[in-house]
């Protein structure tokens, strides 16, 4: 890290990033990082697609209009990209994870502070995606900072103020990755609990695709404000079954990031349940989307998770049960409305 001069009574630190994913997130937070003042390489898994984006100067596929900054290097090279970086950023899609660090894992630098910015859970082993990351770089994950919270990318590099939270179970790391990445229109808050945070910006996305099919269905507000709440009440019980702290999911990561992915126009999850409850395919709505939508794959895992742990979770099972057992959206509704009446 190099100190610039200060121009108030803090001098800030420039620090080197690497950002893994050159998806939306992924370049947002790139071009985040550049706005801050920081060194920073965003790293494509394609050659091609890191030409385009070096050349153009503009991530035609994920994050059309907006202009990559002159100093952003783009590069296919891991290794390259991650030596004698300060902070790594790893932003790629949850099912892809795994398969990416296999190949990258090596290069990671020891001592780099380690930011997840990643949404979801592995079905198969119910890991969090901090979780995963540890195995890559010698375990130590306590020292692994998530970062989740109510954030579109496009509307981080529009300018938008923009709230997340940054969770490590060492606080003083978080503090440090806090200082950072904190500047202009992004604002970074620290939480101990990496559980709740990590859980509340997985399941959230299982609640939009199910407020999603309400409005496919073409249901009101009421709907959407049962599913918002009731979803709050099954994505807490899981994540306090695992561990976490009730409180950080009625925050950021939890109630925050829950209402923008329910209601915002630009939620990919959300834009899934709609279509679903139009009528559409899930594989046909799949197959016309350039972006992940994690929450397809995230039902399964939190509808095992639930079963296994014993916690009820009647919307994420309704859900799962019209992703992966073909069951009609209205009759999930329906069996949902004519379950046992109990106290809220």
């Excluded at 790293?43 to 991530?59: F, L």
């Excluded at 035609?60 to 300060?86: G, H, I, K, Q, T």
């Excluded at 919307?315 to 509704?333: Q, S, W």
Aim: hydrophobic share 45%; with cysteine.
């Amino acid at each position: 890290m190099v100190s610039e001069p200060a121009t108030n009574a803090q001098p800030r630190e420039r620090w080197k990033i690497a950002v893994l994913g050159a998806g939306s997130w992924g370049t947002a937070l790139a071009v985040h990082a550049c706005a801050a003042g920081h060194n920073v390489t965003l790293w494509a898994r394609r050659q091609s697609v890191a030409d385009a984006m070096s050349r153009s100067r503009e991530n035609a596929d994920y994050l059309p209009r907006c202009e990559l900054p002159e100093s952003l290097v783009v590069s296919a090279d891991a290794e390259a990209s991650m030596a004698e970086a300060d902070l790594v950023i790893s932003a790629i899609p949850s099912r892809y994870l795994r398969p990416v660090w296999d190949g990258i894992g090596s290069t990671f630098p020891p001592g780099a502070h380690l930011v997840s910015a990643t949404k979801g859970l592995e079905d198969d082993t119910g890991l969090r995606m901090s979780e995963v990351l540890a195995e890559y770089t010698g375990g130590a994950e306590d020292s692994i900072v998530a970062l989740s919270g109510p954030s579109f990318a496009a509307e981080l590099v529009e300018g938008h103020p923009t709230a997340v939270t940054l969770a490590c179970a060492d606080l003083a790391a978080a503090e440090r990755v806090q200082t950072c990445l904190s500047n202009g229109p992004l604002r970074a808050y620290r939480n101990a609990d990496i559980i709740g945070v990590e859980h509340g910006g997985a399941l959230k996305n299982v609640i939009a695709i199910a407020t999603g099919i309400a409005d496919g269905l073409g249901f009101g507000t009421n709907s959407r404000a049962a599913l918002i709440t009731r979803g709050l009440k099954e994505l807490t019980g899981l994540a306090v079954a695992r561990g976490a702290m009730p409180a950080t999911l009625m925050g950021l990561a939890g109630l925050g990031d829950l209402v923008l992915t329910c209601t915002g126009r630009l939620s990919r999850n959300r834009h899934v349940g709609v279509e679903l409850g139009k009528g559409r395919s899930l594989d046909e709505i799949i197959g016309s989307m350039q972006m992940v939508a994690e929450g397809v794959e995230t039902t399964a895992a939190a509808s095992h998770l639930g079963r296994r742990l014993g916690v009820q979770m009647p919307i994420t099972d309704e859900v799962y049960a019209i992703l992966h057992e073909g069951k009609p959206p209205r009759a999930a509704i329906e069996d949902l409305m004519a379950r046992a009446l109990v106290e809220e």
